[in-house]
Each structure stands twice: as C-alpha cells, then as structure tokens.
C-alpha cells in the first residue's frame, strides 16, 4: 500500500489529528460483512464476541442449576433421573469453570488491557482469533454432547476411577478431556498475549508502579494460567490415553495411581480459583478508585498482595484432598498454607475500605456490586478458613457446606465484581449507560436471592446432606431448606434475567455515554466510546498511576508512528521507555482455518489414536498458511 | 480531549529485536508453558516412581546408545546454532541461509536417532505405569523435535524466498534459534531420567 499523495508516512506535529484519524481508521478497520466478521484481528471485536459468548454459557449453565434445583426441591422427586442428573451436574459445574469463569475473565482482559495500557492492539492478534474459535468449539462440544445425551458424567474434576476405561464407558469422560485441551488451549494463548501485551505495549512513562490495578491483576492471572494449565493439560492427556491405547497411568493394578490424578486436577484446579478470583479483584480496585473519587490505597501493598496470592495458590492443592489419607505432616503444612492465603485477601480488603474510607464514595451501580462482593467474599472466606482445618473438613467434605463455600467465592468473589464490571465498562464497550435504575434492581436482587439461595446450604451440609445426589428421602430433615433453597433461586435468576435485559436493551436504547462517563483516571477513558479501531489516534504518554486525573482537559501524546502499516509502539518493561514501532498483522482467515483443523484433529481422537497423525497434517498447512510473509507492509517491517 | 504531543518516536526502529520485540518475550512465554510441562512429566514419573515396589517395571533398563547419541547430536547442534543467531543478528544473509541448511540436518539427524531409541526402551507403553511414563516423556519431547523442525524448514524456505532480507525475517531466525536452545535444554534433564535414573 502506496501512501496518499497528501498524507505522510509518518505522523508528526504538523499533520491535523483528522488526517491521522481518516488515515488509521483506513488502516485498522474490520471489513464489513461476514469476511470481515471471519477474518478479524480487532481484539475489541474479538473481546467483546467471547464476552458475549462466555456469557450465553452463564445462561446455559444457570438453566441447568434450576433444573437441578427443580429436581431437588422436593424428596423422591422425578423431573430427572439419575443418569441425566449426573450429565446436569457435570455440565453445569465444567461449564461454568471452563466455558463461563475463566474465559470471561480472560475476555475482559482481551477488550480492556490494550486499551489500559494505551496501546493499539493485543500482542500477537492472529493467536488471539484462534484462542477463540477453539474456545467456541470447545464450548459447542460439551453442549452437542449434553442434547445427544452423552455428556459427561464423571463431575467437573473426573475422578479416576470412575472416569478411567474400567468404569467409565462410552465416550462420555473422553469428550469431559477433550474439552479441558479446548478451553485450555485457548485460555494458554490468551495468557500470551496478555504477558506479551502487558510487558512490552504499555504506552511511555506506565512504568510498572504506575500500571492499572486490573493490569497487574491480569499479568498475575496470567501467569497463573501459563504454569497451572500444563498440569490439566497433563491429566486429560493422560486420561485419554489411558482410556485410547491402553497406558496405565491411573491403573493400580499396573503400577499407576488414583491419587496422582487428583494430585494433578488440583494443582492446576486450586490455582484456577485465583485465575478467576484475581481478575475479579482487579475490577474492583478499578471500580473502588473510580467511584470513592481517589487513588486506591496501598497501591504497593495491593499490588504485592496479588503476587503473594498468586504464588501461595499453587501451596494450597491438596486442601482438596484432606480425606484421601496423606501423611499427617503434609496436611498440616497444607492447612497452614490454606489458613495463610487468607492475609493477602485480607491486605486487599482492608485497602478497598480504607479508599472508600478516606473517599468521597458515589455510590452508583458498579460500587454496589463491589460491595455486594466485598460482605459476600469475606463470609466465603471464613468458610474458607474452616474447611482449611482437617478434621472440619472431614466432616463436611462431599457436603452441601463445601457446595455453599465455592458458590460464595466465585459467585460472590468472581460474578459480583463480573456484573459491577460489566456496568462499569458498559458504556466503553457500546458507547450507551446501563440503567442505573434497573442496576439498583440487579444488585438487590442478586445479592438477597443469591444469600437466600447458597446460605442454608451451609446447614444442608452441616445436616450431612451429600453432593452430587439426584434425590434425597423424605424421612431425612432436608426437604424443607431445600425447598427454601429452590425457590429463593427464582429471586436470583431473576435478578440475572433483570440483567440481561438491562443489557440488551441499552445496548441500544441506553444513554450516550461520551468518552468517560464517570471520571475515571485509567487511559481506556481517554478514547472515544466505542473506541475507534486503532484505540489511540496517537499514544498516550503517562506521568502518573492515574492518567486522567493528573492531567485534567489534556493528554500528553506520542507521534512518529507510521501511517502507512499498522504500527504500535514498544517499550521497555520495566520503565515503559519506547524502544521501537512494531507492525501489527492485519485480519487473516488463517486462523479460523486452523481452528477448525485443530477441531477436527481433537474431536478425530477421541476415537482413534491415528486422528493425531494424520490430523497434524492440514493444522500444518494451516499454520504455514498462517506464517508465511504476504508482502504487506506488516510483514516486511 | 485536548492533546499535546510531548514525544517523537519517529527515529526509532520499526522492528525491535531480541528483549525489544514482543515475539521474543512470546516465544519464552511459550517455553515456560512447555517447560512445565516437561517438569510434570518428570514430576509424574518420580510420583510412580516412589509407589513401585520395582523400578524400571518388569523391564531392563532402557538401552544407552540411541538416546546418548541423540544428546550428543543435539549438544552438536548448539554450535551452528549459536552461529546462526549471531549471524542473522548481524542480518548476514549469505550466512543465514547457509546455517539454516545446516540446522536443518540437525533437526532431522536427532528425528533418525530417536526412531532407535524407542525399541531401546525395552518396555511398551501398554505393559505398565514406567512403560506409559517413559512412552509419554520421550513422545512429548519427538513432538517438539518434529515440530522445530517443521519450523527450522518453513522458516529455510522463507529465507530463500524474496521476503528474506529483513529485519523482522531475521528476527524469527534468532526467535526459532532460541527455541531450539530450550528444545536441546529440555532434553538433558529427561535424558539424565529417562535413561539415568534406572541405573542408580
């Protein structure tokens, strides 16, 4: 591409903004139409369709939870039978961790972070397509399998034996593994990009003391996610192996092991709690600062205790294996280090209201849920701590006490924050506000019904009601809170469906937004709303952690990026000093057509070994497609 | 919002290489992925290890000659490889396409090895827990030699084609020498376990 006569090839002082606009938005625009929709690079169409998606999981998943709570609301009831009450409970609980919390997380990162740090586009664009067209085949996978009635039904962590060859006949736990390779794929890509985006795309002067809370949050996240997911990538490989060609990793009789499996699930799933809790913290730093009207408190010491929690998470697995029998000196140590992550979430906390505190809160929709988090956390929390102690823990593992405990951390430590997120970053996203009015509606509602529903839970356990039973007798003193428990999870999906509403319906009849609707000081505010597709006209230059605020009616920018490529500036990462322009790839169909080769190759070997040879094949070619220079100007730098 | 423009960046490279380019912190974002899980691996086999009443199960331990020829191939390999990205550092094109050819016999020469090294094994991936194990940790680094391979031709290719003389083709050329690094590093701890740790 030659560049116009009248526009230059680099931006500089002289050249008016409008040039620089007409000229990137040339440069960085999506096509129209179903080609364009295909071959997307654009992370804030990318992010904004996994959001979307992750979020028709959450409704999937939560039509599941009333199904399941429709069967249990009265004793000896028949809507399901056993069998399909354990396809239900399998599908809702992989669903809602792999297919609704983590990605969510991770997309909101995908929409969020470049525009954060100020930059034009995600690192490694190309990978980010893929990353989702494989977490959307993954999720379709699951769901086909659950209509053809051969989900999964082995329980969200499929416990060998039960999901081994002996036990678990039919492709039912292959397809459970094959969607883990899907989801964590994609999840692993994502993390890449966010490690590489946030390292080396922060605009100048964002040293890392100066980052956005939630980018910190999602660089740990990330972390988190490149060293726990190999771990379930390990065990669903090993499962499908032993239940393909006959290996005996899990086979006692052969000289494997049923506790490995365990040892393997938890050392990735314990981790997985805090690579959808930690984002969740970071939004409500974000929405904390925003709406107490100054800076968070303790910026080092947050930003410490997320690092913190992120390291002690991969102390904490076998927690999760109290009554497999362990020696008693590794219990101990494990209860000990269960018991100390409750510090760092208690730095945090005391942040969170010490800003408020010493803020002058406004108290719109976004900080209610922060609230709502904030009491609803700290009791999953001390139930947290309880279930660390062994010999509590024996008593209630398997109950409905646990069931109550992770609903309140990630109900209320991950969708909370989620929903604030959504209200607070609404307006970014489309351009239009939420309804405040229907917001208030939506928080009160979650939070009564969501208490209603997941606090008698506690006593169900305490009464010795078991996980995962399709139906209890009536002579067990368990019928009537579970018929409490039931009906009060028609307040909660109500004030879901009140939400979903809110949402559809500003999306297009909400108010104008403008740029930065609430005043907030972090750099996504400082572009239009929706962002034009090159995000910055020209990059931000920052002096301080809270951009906007410190430089009130004007932004110190950048120029010298070309106009003929697209082009994003890097810098280095600890300083943020620029360091070179970086061509970014253009939109490719490559991606998507790896995707579907990658589809076919994963979904061929659930049922012969030999998928995995031949189907390399065209994922090679694929990915060669994908590699090889086109002569852009991208390519050639 | 007014704008103030308060930086010029126009004098910087447009291609950043090695810590200056986010590929390059990409490729050790991949390498940290892939080494945890050869330390998993590694970590499951001492896990079976620990619970076996016998250690290799029901088989000799695995024969020394092929997979010792491999780690001394792949030691070989260092040298042209170090070679190669100092070369393309210096965007010495002649050069490059010289120690590619050169690494690419290097990525088939460990591929003919290893192809012995399987039978020399002496046990299957079916027989028991140590045959799965030992099966699974030499298949997973095959892959990633397969794989570099892969890569080291396509990227040949490209530097004999007319994208080659540039800074960005130059930079991959460094990207894939350094993942061939991790890929020889890799192999020292597995071979020291595949093929050591029975003999102790």
């Known amino acids: 591409m030659k560049p116009d006569g009248d526009v230059p090839f680099t931006d500089h002082a002289e050249v008016p903004r409008t040039a620089v606009e007409m000229r990137l938005a040339d440069l960085w625009r999506t096509p129209p139409g179903l080609w364009g929709a295909l071959t997307t690079v654009d992370h804030k169409i990318i992010g904004r369709r996994y959001i979307v998606t992750a979020f028709v999981f959450l409704l999937l998943g939560g039509a599941l939870a009333l199904l ?55 690192a490694f664009p190309r990978l980010n397509a893929f990353s989702y067209w494989i977490y959307l085949a993954g999720g379709i996978l699951l769901w086909l399998s659950l209509l053809l009635d051969m989900a999964p039904d082995v329980g969200w962590f499929a416990y060998v034996p039960l999901s081994g060859p002996q036990y678990g006949a039919g492709k039912r736990a292959d397809i459970w593994a094959q969607m883990i390779t899907f989801t964590e794929l994609s999840a692993l890509a994502v993390a890449v990009e966010l490690v590489a985006t946030i390292f ?21 996240t990330a972390f988190l996610v490149i060293l726990a997911m190999p771990a379930i990538m390990a065990a669903s490989t090993t499962l499908i192996l032993d239940r393909l060609i006959g290996t005996h990793f899990y086979n006692p009789a052969e000289g494997g092991d049923v506790l490995l499996w365990q040892h393997l699930f938890w050392f990735f799933g314990h981790p997985e709690v805090y690579i959808i809790f930690i984002p969740a913290v970071g939004m409500v730093s974000t929405i904390v600062q925003t709406f107490a009207r100054r800076p968070v408190f303790g910026y080092l010491a947050m930003v410490l205790a997320l690092i913190a929690t992120g390291i002690l998470s991969f102390g904490l697995w076998v927690h999760h294996m109290f009554v497999t029998g362990l020696p008693r000196l590794g219990e101990s140590f494990f209860t000990a280090s269960s018991m100390a992550i409750a510090l760092p979430a208690g730095v945090q906390i005391f942040c969170w209201i010490a800003t408020l505190w010493d803020g002058r809160p406004v108290f719109r929709t976004p900080l209610l849920f922060a609230l709502a988090f904030i009491v609803t956390f700290v009791i999953g929390g001390l139930t947290g701590v309880m279930v660390a102690s062994v010999p ?48 208030r509606w939506v928080a009160g509602l979650l939070f009564v019904g969501f208490n209603l529903t997941f606090f008698p839970m506690h006593i169900l356990g305490l009464e010795g009601m078991p996980r995962r039973v399709y139906t209890y007798q009536p002579d067990v003193p368990w019928a009537g809170l579970n018929l409490f428990v039931s009906a009060s999870s028609l307040i909660l999906t109500a004030g879901f469906l009140l939400f979903f509403y809110d949402a559809l319906r500003s ?67 600890g300083d943020a000093r620029p360091e070179a322009r970086e061509s970014s790839p253009t939109g490719s169909i490559w991606p998507l057509l790896a995707a579907i080769a990658t589809t076919v190759m994963l979904i061929a070997s659930i049922f012969t070994p030999w998928a995995v040879v031949w189907g390399s094949i065209p994922i090679a070619v694929a990915l060669i497609g994908w590699f090889w220079p086109k002569g852009t100007p991208e390519d050639e730098a | 919002m007014r704008e103030r423009i308060v930086l010029d960046v126009s004098t910087l490279p447009r291609h950043g290489m090695e810590s200056a380019s986010p590929t390059w912190w990409g490729t050790l974002a991949f390498m940290l992925i892939e080494g945890s899980g050869f330390a998993l691996g590694i970590a499951i086999y001492l896990y079976l290890m620990s619970l076996a009443p016998a250690w290799p199960t029901d088989a000799a331990p695995p024969d020394l000659g092929p997979g010792t020829v491999v780690t001394l191939i792949l030691l070989a390999s260092l040298v042209p490889n170090h070679f190669l990205a100092r070369w393309s550092r210096s965007g010495d094109l002649r050069k490059v396409r010289w120690g590619i050819g050169v690494m690419s016999l290097f990525g088939v020469a460990p591929l003919v090895a290893r192809a012995f090294e399987f039978p020399a094994l002496n046990v299957s991936w079916d027989s028991n827990a140590y045959g799965s194990i030992v099966w699974v940790l030499l298949g997973l680094h095959t892959t990633h030699l397969l794989t570099d391979l892969i890569d080291t031709l396509v990227l040949a290719a490209i530097m004999v084609s007319r994208h080659a003389d540039s800074r960005r083709r130059f930079g991959d050329v460094q990207d894939n020498a350094l993942y061939w690094n991790f890929v020889v590093a890799t192999w020292i701890p597995l071979y020291l376990c595949i093929y050591w740790i029975p003999r102790l």
């Open chain 1, 392 to 439: 509590f823990d024996t008593q209630v593992h398997d109950t409905y006490f646990v069931v109550a405990h992770f609903h309140y951390v990630l109900i209320g430590g991950a969708v909370f924050p989620l929903i604030g997120g959504i209200y607070y970053w609404f307006p970014k996203l489309t351009g239009r506000m939420m309804s405040e009015r229907l917001g």
């Open chain 1, 507 to 573: 999306a297009r009849l909400g108010v104008p937004a403008g740029d930065n609707p609430w005043d907030a000081p972090t750099l996504e505010w400082a572009t239009a709303s929706p962002p034009p597709a090159y995000n910055f006209a020209r990059i931000p230059v920052v002096d301080g952690p809270s951009p906007l605020w410190e430089q009130r009616g004007e932004l110190t920018v950048a120029a010298g990026l070309q106009l003929d490529r697209r082009q994003l500036l890097v810098t280095t990462v």
């Open chain 1, 68 to 122: 399941m709570r429709l069967q249990l609301a009265w004793p000896e009831s028949r809507v399901l039978d056993a069998d399909l009450y354990n396809q239900v409970f399998t599908v809702h609980g992989a669903n809602m961790m792999f297919l609704f919390a983590v990605p969510v997380m991770e997309a909101m990162a995908v929409y969020l972070v470049p525009l954060m740090v100020g930059t034009r586009n995600i």
């Open chain 1, 200 to 220: 080396k795309q922060r605009a100048p002067g964002m040293s890392l003391n100066r980052m956005p809370l939630f980018v910190w949050s999602m660089l740990v």
